[in-house]
């Protein structure tokens, strides 16, 4: 009969504890009016309870703190702090101890130990100290290995090690849309505007300390986010800075192109890189989360090469009478002459007066032509003008523009009653 030997206890103990802040400690007032049956009784152990606030029993929260009682959630862009303490238990004295702490995420494999140098000797109830910080990068399950060898008295190494697992959780939704600006009708260097709407997704309070936008190299950025009151610089969100569970702020931001970028169109309406948001936030006692989000990108806006904008439109016309408009063509290649031919589609209320499908001529790169256009309304009340097509002959590729611009269109009686 074989008979396996007993298992060898390790000299050393290892014990792993997370650093977080204390909290508040909370308990739950229980009281009765005095004409009931108890009396002053719950009142009086409310007041000899040292845990309470004196004159303010009844409020939950006390004038403690409470160390944590369990590992906790921990969210992304918050720092994990650990202490990792190994013990000897024994009553002999052990040599090289080497402990090592190593971060496993689903991507890679962390060393965080301050030192990688073996202790040369332990004795007998003394223990070895270390406080690890890492800040957390990535979501999802981490496990922290920890690893502890050492050489006995009579020259056997031992070794063993512990898993610590937890999940690493998102703290904030953040999303994002772009508004591309026309501050001027005959420029493509045109302003971007940024919403950003940060939704704390988290169970406790956030305050949000600080959320900025670093632009990329070709924008300055003007945040859009305070008013002046008094001479005074104020924000929009009040006095109190504090985002409850599950509540969502949104955050306005104004991209100009630079000085040196703004002269060069071809380049600058083909930038989709617009920078990165930068979100810094402290919750329990003053815990401090950061997270950058990954450079922010937008789709360029669709003038392709040939660009159509409004010089002049008007804001009411009679219906079924015709009406002018003026549009600017520009040629937004560098390197590229076009040859266009303009077609004018009719659609369900809008009418185009003219040829459709006659030449514009030649058109050189960077330059522009003025074209006037005559159309009517069938249709009253507030129509959207559309169905121009611009046609490169040199490519074979067609432009469309649809909804270019709005018009009020009312009764021609209407129109002279006023």
Excluded at 193 to 201: G, H
Excluded at 352 to 362: D, M, N
Excluded at 394 to 401: D, P
Aim: with cysteine; proline share 4%; hydrophobic share 35%.
């Amino acid at each position: 009969m074989e008979v396996n030997p007993p298992k060898q206890e390790h000299l050393l103990a290892l014990k792993v504890m997370r650093l977080t802040k204390p909290t508040l400690f909370t308990n739950i007032p229980v009281t009765c009016e005095e004409k009931d049956l108890p009396g002053d009784l719950f009142n009086q152990l409310m007041r000899d309870d040292p845990s309470t606030v004196n004159g303010a029993e009844i409020l939950m929260l006390g004038e403690m703190l409470t160390l944590p009682q369990n590992f906790g959630n921990i969210f992304l862009g918050e720092t994990f702090s650990s202490y990792i303490s190994v013990h000897n238990d024994s009553n002999q004295v052990v040599k090289d101890i080497l402990v090592k702490a190593d971060l496993q995420t689903s991507s890679q494999r962390l060393n965080l130990s301050a030192s990688n140098a073996a202790v040369a000797e332990l004795k007998p109830d003394c223990c070895i100290d270390d406080v690890i910080h890492h800040e957390v990068k990535e979501i999802g399950t981490h496990i922290l290995v920890c690893a502890v060898s050492y050489t006995t008295q009579g020259g056997e190494k031992m070794y063993f090690r512990k898993f610590f697992k937890f999940q690493v959780l998102k703290p904030l939704d953040v999303k994002t849309k772009f508004y591309n600006a026309e501050s001027d009708l005959s420029s493509v260097t045109d302003e971007v505007f940024l919403e950003a709407q940060i939704q704390n997704i988290t169970t406790s309070p956030m305050f949000m300390e600080k959320v900025s936008l670093e632009p990329s190299i070709m924008y300055n950025v003007a945040e859009l986010n305070s008013v002046s009151q008094a001479g005074e610089c104020v924000t929009t969100f009040g006095s109190r800075a504090y985002l409850q569970p599950m509540d969502t702020r949104q955050y306005l931001y104004c991209l100009k192109p630079k000085k040196e970028f703004a002269e060069k169109a071809g380049i600058i309406k083909g930038v989709t890189v617009i920078g990165k948001l930068d979100i810094v936030w402290k919750t329990n006692l003053g815990e401090r989360g950061r997270l950058q989000t990954s450079q922010l990108q937008r789709m360029a806006p669709g003038y392709g090469d040939v660009r159509l904008s409004l010089e002049a439109i008007p804001d009411t016309v009679n219906l079924e009478e015709p009406f002018h408009i003026t549009c600017k063509i520009t040629n937004c290649s560098s390197e590229r002459t076009m040859d266009l031919v303009l077609e004018m589609c009719n659609t369900n209320s809008i009418h185009w007066c003219g040829i459709s499908g006659r030449q514009l001529g030649k058109l050189h790169p960077s330059s522009s032509l003025c074209l006037a256009l005559t159309l009517l309304s069938s249709v009253q009340g507030l129509q959207s003008v559309s169905g121009l097509r611009l046609t490169d002959t040199f490519l074979k590729r067609t432009y469309e523009y649809d909804d270019i611009a709005q018009v009020c269109v009312v009764s021609s009686a209407i129109k002279v009653e006023s």
